[in-house]
C-alpha cells in the first residue's frame, strides 16, 4: 500500500526536527552539546560521570558494596568500559534490598533527611515500594524528562493537558518537564473523560499527554458520536506500549488530525527517558550523561552491540543518580534498535519496543510478544475498539496453539458472525500461530481503559 499524502508531508516537515505547523524558531533540540555528541564523546563523558559515581557507591551503598565484592570484585575502581564485570540487578533484588531495610532499601545512599521527594511503585508485582530523590535527583529528572518531550515536539508555545496525575507514580514528575519547557499546562489526571472532552470542544489545548489506551477510547468515542471538535497539532502517548503500533497510532492520528508519538521511561532510572521525534521513526535516548545504556541477549544475557536491527534487552546504570543509584539494571523490556540517521539531528540511538519480557510467550518455539497482536486486531476497526488480551493458563511460558484471545468489540459487532474467523486467519498469515478468538463486549472486557492489560493469567 502506498503512503499518503499526509504522511509523506508529516515526514518532509519533520526533517527539522519540529511538528507539521510548528514555524517557531526555536532549536528543536534542547541540550544540543549532549544530544548531537558522537559515541565517543557520549563515552567520555560517561566515564568521567562514573569514575565519581562508583566512589560513592562502593563509599555509601551497603547494598553495592556487598554486591561488589561478592562478585569479586575488590579494585578500586572500574572503567565505565568494563562495567559487564558487575553483576545485573534485578527487580527481585531491589526487593530484597527494601526488605532488608525498610522503606527505603539497603541501597539508599543518601542520609534519609537528604530526601526532598518520594514516589511510589505502582507494585505490579507485590507491596508498592517507594523512590527516593534528592534535590540534585530531581533536577536530573527534570533534565532528562525535558529532552525527552521536547524531542516529542512539544515546545513553549503549545497547550498540554495532561492526564498524568502528580503522583503516586512518577509519571507525576512531568509537571516538572512541563514547566521546564514553559509550555502551558492543563492538568486533569487519569480516567477523566469529561474533562478531556471538556478541553477539547473548548480548544484550551493543542497537545494531549496520555497513554495510548485512553488516546484510543478518546478516539473511538469521537468517531462513534461524530462530534466535531479542535483538532489537535499532538498526542503524545506514555505508560505502555501502542503509540508506535501503525494500527493503533494512525487510527488516532486520522479521528485527532495529531502527529501521535510516543515517549518511555522506567521508574527505577528516570520516569522519561526515551522521546521519539516528529519524525516517528523509533524513541531517541534521552539519558546521556546521567544513565549508561547496554544491550544483552534476551535469553543469555551476553553484551550485545547497540546498532541497527539488533534485538535484545536493556541494561541501565545511573552515572549520577545520588539517592537510590543501580547498576545493569534489567528492564525488562526488548526493543529493536532503529537503524539510519534521523533527520532531526540527534545522533542518540532510537529503539522501539517489542514487548516486556514478562508477557512474552513461545508458541512452538516461537517468541511472541502481546503488542504484535494489537497490531494485527487494529486493522479490524471500526468493528474493533483496538483493546486486546492474551489468556494465559497456569505460570509457563510455551502456549499450545491454538492461543486463546479476547478481542473487544463495540455492542453492534458483538453478533458479528464472520469477525472471529477473520482475526484468527489474520493471526495465523502474520504472526503464523494459530489462535482462538473470543469476541468480548465493552461492558465486559473491563473498565475503558485509561491502560490495557495485554495478558490475563487464569
Ligand atoms: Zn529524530
Known sequence: MGRSVSDTLTRVEAIGGRLRGDACDADPIWDREVETENHEQALARASAAWRTQFRHLKESSAFYSRR??????????????????????????????????????????????RVKRIYQTSGTSGTPSVLALTPSDIDTWTAIGTRTYYASGIHDHHSVLTTFGAGPFVAGHTYFVLSRIGSRVVPVGPGDTDRVLFGLRAGIFDTLMTTPS????????????????????????????????????????????????????????APSLFGECPAQMGMHFCGGGHVWVEMVHPDTREPMAIEPG??????????????????RFLGGDIVRIEGGPCGCGRATFRMRILGRRDDMFIVLGVNVYPSAILAVVGDFRP????????VRPGSGVGIEPPVPIEVEVGDDHAGDAGLAGEIERAIRSRL??????????EADFGEAGYKTRLVRKV
Do not use: W
Open 310 to 327: 539488533a534485538q535484545g534487552e536493556l541494561v541501565y546504570t545511573h552515572l549520577t543518580r545520588e539517592a537510590m543509584p543501580v547498576v
Open 383 to 390: 468493528r474493533v475498539t483496538g483493546r486486546a488480551r492474551v
Open 68 to 113: 561488589f565484592r561478592d562478585a569479586g570484585v575488590t579494585a578500586s575502581q572500574v572503567d565505565l568500559k568494563d562495567i559487564k564485570r558487575l553483576p545485573f540487578t534485578s527487580k527481585a533484588d531491589l526487593k530484597q534490598a527494601v526488605d532488608e531495610d525498610p522503606p527505603f532499601g539497603s541501597n539508599l545512599c543518601v542520609p534519609r533527611e
Open 432 to 441: 503464523t500461530f494459530r489462535s482462538r478468538i473470543e469476541l468480548v463486549k
Open 214 to 269: 485512553f488516546a484510543q477510547y478518546l478516539s473511538n468515542r469521537l468517531e462513534k458520536s461524530g462530534e466535531k471538535v479542535h483538532p489537535l497539532a499532538h498526542v503524545v502517548t506514555g505508560g505502555e506500549p501502542g503509540g508506535g503500533i501503525p494500527a493503533v497510532r494512525d487510527h488516532i492520528q486520522r479521528i485527532t488530525q495529531a502527529t501521535v508519538n510516543e515517549v518511555m521511561g522506567i521508574g527505577d532510572i
